[in-house]
């Protein structure tokens, strides 16, 4: 986001209206060079970046506001799984006309969320698309040298740790989709939960240092439980068994697998829960539970890592293996 001329062309305005008030930053140079900067202050960088598209992360007719926070907070879910403080961000926009409508909640929830998350925005772009609106964020964070937490960590005998609930998201896009989830929850609250969940993610970065002390091997969870568990697992070259009834849900998601409106299989494999998922040793499991309660996150244990090469096996309750038709969302 530059402003290159002494005559503002309509980018430059757009980005002076909108953007250049929220990039109070010293690093962002008020938005008027052509690179931001970032003092690394002895701590290793860790570089995270994810766009959601109109249509495939975001409905045409959701709210700004969460369109924006969504943006960033998809990144910032991926930093606190890496176990990384945040330190700042670069926003792209590709839209389809300069909307003050539009814009204007957009660019406050982005600043309200800067300031929340301590993660200032650095600069960016802007540009004109004749196709659906495309919001890229790359975000910055901080790990002391050397301690950033991969997915090739976990070892056999692991446990297997989730945060929050799972399968909110993906209901909350069938509400808004009128099928057969919307119109079984007479509930207007538990609607207005799970519509929540999947247009405003709630990234856990109050866990960045806990996950980082604590943590063999972690990972956000935004194509599904199930399919990044099984890459975390890959990553880790050894596998794992899950308990299903050890999954967090929430009262409405357990209420309508109980009802047979969806099943168990719908909810670890759809995406957007943003909630982390790691391995942390047996005897390193209380201290990050205790550690994460007191941070205000709700924490479960649902299953144990493996040696071995099979994807994870997932059990009912009566322990027979459930067979899974797809683990997580795919873009291809």
């Not at 980005?15 to 109070?24: D, E, K, L």
């Not at 144990?304 to 059990?315: C, D, E, Q, R």
Request: hydrophobic share 45%; proline share 5%; with cysteine.
């Amino acid at each position: 986001m530059v402003d290159r001329q002494s005559n503002q062309s309509g980018e430059d305005s757009l980005i002076a209206r909108y953007f250049r008030p929220i990039a109070t930053d010293p690093g962002a140079f008020n938005l008027d060079d052509d690179a931001a900067a970032l003092k690394p202050d002895g701590d290793d960088i860790v570089v995270t970046t994810d766009a959601i598209v109109e249509g495939v992360h975001f409905l045409a007719d959701d709210p700004p506001d969460t369109v924006a926070r969504k943006a960033l907070r998809v990144n910032l879910s991926d930093l606190a799984a890496k176990g990384a403080v945040p330190a700042g961000f670069v926003l792209t926009l590709a839209l389809r006309s300069a909307d003050d409508g539009w814009l204007t909640p957009f660019a406050t929830a982005v600043g309200e969320d800067a300031r929340h998350y301590g993660c200032p925005l650095l600069g960016g772009d802007t540009v004109s698309t004749p196709g659906p609106l495309m919001i890229s964020v790359t975000a910055f964070g901080r790990v002391p040298p050397g301690k950033m937490v991969h997915r090739s960590g976990a070892k056999p005998g692991d446990r297997v740790l989730v945060t929050g609930t799972i399968g909110d998201a993906a209901l909350g896009l069938a509400v808004l989709g009128g099928g057969k989830v919307h119109a079984a929850l007479s509930n207007g609250s538990a609607r207005d939960l799970l519509i929540g969940r999947y247009r405003v993610p709630q990234p856990r970065v109050a866990l960045a240092a806990i996950v980082r002390a604590h943590a063999s091997a972690a990972m956000d969870v935004s194509d599904g439980l199930a399919g990044d568990l099984t890459k975390l697992c890959g990553a880790s070259g050894v596998s794992a068994v899950i308990d299903l009834e050890k999954v967090p849900l929430s009262d409405a998601a357990r209420d309508l697998v109980s009802r047979g409106i969806v099943g168990i299989e719908t909810l670890i494999a759809g995406g957007d829960d943003y909630e982390i998922l790691c391995t942390v040793a047996e005897d390193r499991v209380d201290a990050f539970v205790q550690a994460a309660q007191r941070a205000g996150v709700a924490t479960s244990s649902i299953g144990t890592i493996f040696a071995g090469s099979a994807a994870p096996k997932f059990l009912n309750e009566q322990g027979g293996e459930i067979v899974l038709k797809r683990r997580s969302y795919s873009h291809f």
